[in-house]
């Protein structure tokens, strides 16, 4: 599969794609937190907007569009129907409510384009993050809801009459039991190494751990060694394999009991015992730790600041680190991972940098400009194609139909005069 971006609404490009084609899905959708819920809760009076032009722009109504979103959710015939049926019983036709239409109408085919072996993460901030797990538990069943990531993607600030909001919430869900995951870690910190390797030895700081593992067993682990009987006490031997077969790489150990492992480990000076109790303890080492295993609470990346090398000056660029942590952790090298709303491309950054396929959707043409040049800018040499830019005089009038503004920054793209740090609705310039 070539890696891919498209430019335009991805529920079409997402309707286009093969059943079960992608490994990985991250998606940060545009939603504005800081909007004012009497908005979000009320019909809209005056003209409509077409929410499939403004929806990325943090801009809801219900409209034609929205409404569009609904009757295809219905005529499924889904539990999402039921659900969408409800929540505009209780909602009314809102804001909010088309937010969840659109939302739900994706989430949908996404779910469809995803490999059983899949996962995805929808990455979004306590307004809405309530009703998306809804909606999420539905499609994919509540038992597939895996994790609630929270990153704390701000610096500590006041808040008026109320806790700072300083987080947003990932939410993690498996297609099935068979999905992917590959054990991750982040560094110890300065103090945990302080407080945890207290000991040391000619090779290195070192704590020590239990060589006993709860409940009991009735094979040889559960059988006494030098003396100890772990049965007696409601545990069994339980013997770190990894560091046997780092200090003795080659070794074939099938054939050997759990006694005679512990034998090899103690041989090689890595069982300690204690001057108080009976119990042994085997040395693990601060060399050989491969870090503390991923947390819920991602405290370790920090946003992005405003003197960072890393930012491109997109309003909603994530850290790339935080991106390399899911795709390490949840796909394997050569797999597809997609960003339906991939916005300034650090999923295509983060996943052409970690060995893996990629697809990238979205409606500006200033998200795909500024990827092509991220690749670019990084040294990337994957091969690429890019679909739905116009190509000839039809293309640009279907373009200049459909949206005016962004007919007029891809035509100032196209002679090398745009400043898209300046993307506002006005006057030419």
């Known amino acids: 599969m070539t890696n891919s971006l498209f430019y335009g609404?991805?529920?079409?490009?997402?309707?286009?794609?093969?059943?079960?084609?992608?490994?990985?899905?991250?998606?940060d959708p545009p939603f504005k937190s800081d909007a004012k819920y009497?908005?979000?809760?009320?019909?809209?009076?005056?003209?409509?907007?077409d929410a499939q032009t403004t929806?990325?722009?943090?801009?809801?109504?219900?409209?034609?569009?929205?409404?569009?979103?609904?009757?295809?959710?219905?005529?499924?015939?889904?539990?999402?129907?039921?659900?969408?049926?409800?929540?505009?019983?209780?909602?009314?036709?809102?804001?909010?409510?088309a937010y969840l239409a659109m939302m739900t109408v994706r989430l949908m085919e996404m779910h469809r384009v995803l490999k059983e072996t899949g996962g995805l993460y929808l990455h979004c901030d306590p307004t809405v993050s309530h009703y998306v797990k809804i909606i999420l538990d539905v499609i994919f069943g509540e038992k597939n809801f895996t994790s609630e990531v929270v990153w704390k993607r701000t610096h500590a600030h006041g808040g008026a009459k109320r806790w700072a909001p300083v987080h947003d919430t990932l939410l993690y869900y498996r297609k099935s039991d068979a999905f992917t995951w590959n054990d991750t870690f982040q560094e110890h910190k300065p103090d945990y190494i302080k407080t945890h390797f207290k000991h040391s030895d000619q090779r290195g700081r070192?704590?020590?751990?239990?060589?006993?593992?709860?409940?009991?067993?009735?094979?040889?682990?559960?059988?006494?060694?030098?003396?100890?009987?772990?049965?007696?006490?409601?545990?069994?031997?339980?013997?770190?394999?990894k560091v046997l077969m780092r200090e003795f790489p080659g070794k074939n150990f099938d054939d050997m009991n759990t006694?005679?492992?512990?034998?090899?480990?103690?041989?090689?000076?890595?069982?300690?015992?204690?001057?108080?109790?009976?119990?042994?303890?085997?040395?693990?080492?601060?060399?050989?730790?491969?870090?503390?295993?991923?947390?819920?609470?991602?405290?370790?990346i920090f946003p992005i600041?405003?003197?960072?090398?890393?930012?491109?000056?997109?309003?909603?660029?994530?850290?790339?680190?935080?991106?390399?942590?899911?795709?390490?952790?949840?796909?394997?090298?050569?797999?597809?991972?997609?960003?339906?709303?991939?916005?300034?491309?650090?999923?295509?950054?983060a996943a052409d940098m970690t060995g893996r396929r990629w697809i990238g959707i979205d409606l500006t043409h200033h998200a795909i400009d500024v990827i092509?040049?991220?690749?670019?800018?990084?040294?990337?040499?994957?091969?690429?194609?890019v679909t739905g830019r116009p190509f000839d005089l039809a293309s640009a009038h279907d373009l200049a139909r459909r949206d005016k503004y962004e007919f007029q920054w891809w035509a100032a793209w196209m002679v090398g005069v745009q400043s898209y740090r300046e993307r506002k609705k006005g006057a030419d310039r």
């Open 259 to 300: 006694q005679g492992k512990l034998s090899l480990l103690e041989s090689a000076g890595l069982i300690v015992w204690p001057k108080k109790g009976n119990v042994p303890r085997y040395k693990h080492y601060e060399i050989n730790s491969p870090g503390a295993p991923i947390q819920d609470i991602v405290l370790d």
């Open 55 to 97: 929806a990325f722009r943090d801009t809801w109504w219900w409209d034609e569009s929205a409404e569009t979103a609904f009757e295809d959710i219905v005529s499924s015939g889904t539990s999402a129907a039921k659900l969408m049926i409800a929540l505009r019983s209780t909602l009314g036709e809102t804001g909010l409510l």
């Open 38 to 49: 009497s908005l979000l809760f009320r019909s809209p009076d005056g003209s409509a907007v």
């Open 372 to 385: 092509e040049g991220r690749l670019k800018q990084k040294g990337s040499t994957s091969a690429y194609r």
């Open 305 to 349: 600041s405003a003197q960072s090398r890393e930012r491109i000056g997109y309003p909603t660029q994530k850290p790339i680190k935080l991106l390399q942590r899911i795709i390490l952790s949840s796909s394997r090298l050569d797999n597809v991972v997609l960003d339906p709303f991939c916005g300034c491309g650090t999923t295509v950054a």
């Open 206 to 241: 070192y704590q020590l751990v239990t060589l006993t593992g709860t409940d009991t067993r009735e094979g040889d682990s559960g059988k006494p060694w030098r003396g100890i009987d772990p049965t007696a006490v409601g545990r069994h031997w339980a013997v770190p394999m």
């Open 9 to 27: 609404d991805n529920l079409g490009y997402l309707r286009e794609m093969p059943s079960e084609s992608v490994d990985l899905i991250y998606l």
